[in-house]
């Protein structure tokens, strides 16, 4: 279970109103500067007839949309594993998407319905993808879930090996454009940049000489 918990002090009559203002699936409301968007028919696309991966395991949060890039290969693992710690086996995916909707308002910070939301975040025990994105390059990835520890492990797993295979990658870039014909053992970033340095010292001790 999370254990983070929100408590709801409403009266039943305000949590009635408040469920059946949620239902008007088109129809957003707006209350200071907290507001619910405008549910569209994609919304119910998305809900029962999922088109792709994204779709499919929507209801966990951030995902990866472009299924040919290397993130999307890199986090599918994750997302699956999340997918089978968060989904009770009894219950069918889009009934979790359908409350990611019309309870959370298809956000991590929004809620459309307490109610519902509240559901979701039980069947689900707070399980979720909160957001991915690099850094300070295009292999520095960096993973943010709501999870157990295992998972939170498989995610700093997955960063550590993204960031380690892009490195040696960059690192043979520069080592192949000193001498096109040197041999290349993978594995290690250390003996990469050692390889390099001592090329890139040769290089200059024959444009002194």
């Not at 059946?20 to 549910?39: A, D, E, P, V």
């Not at 966990?60 to 299924?67: F, K």
């Not at 960063?159 to 080592?175: A, H, N, P």
């Not at 390889?195 to 002194?208: M, R, S």
Request: glycine share 6%.
């Amino acid at each position: 279970m999370s254990k983070f918990k929100i408590k709801d002090d409403r009266t039943f009559g305000e949590k009635a109103k408040s469920f059946g203002q949620s239902m008007l699936f088109w129809r957003g409301r707006k209350k200071g500067m907290i507001h619910t968007r405008n549910l569209e028919w994609g919304d119910l696309r998305y809900i029962f007839f999922p088109k792709n991966f994204a779709d499919k395991y929507g209801y966990l949060g951030t995902s990866v949309w472009n299924e040919d890039s290397r993130y999307f290969k890199a986090l599918y693992p994750l997302v699956l594993a999340l997918d089978y710690e968060a989904k009770p086996k009894w219950c069918p995916r889009w009934v979790l998407r359908f409350l990611d909707v019309f309870g959370a308002d298809k956000s991590i910070v929004r809620v459309r319905n307490w109610a519902l939301y509240n559901l979701f975040r039980k069947l689900t025990k707070g399980i979720a993808f909160v957001d991915w994105k690099t850094k300070w390059c295009d292999y520095d990835l960096r993973i943010s879930i709501h999870a157990p520890e295992h998972l939170q492990e498989l995610a700093s797993a997955i960063e550590d090996r993204f960031y380690s295979t892009g490195k040696q990658e960059e690192l043979v870039k520069q080592i192949k454009a000193i001498d096109p014909n040197a041999s290349i053992i993978w594995g290690s970033i250390e003996r990469l940049q050692k390889q390099l340095e001592e090329l890139e010292n040769k290089q200059t001790n024959e444009t002194e000489n």
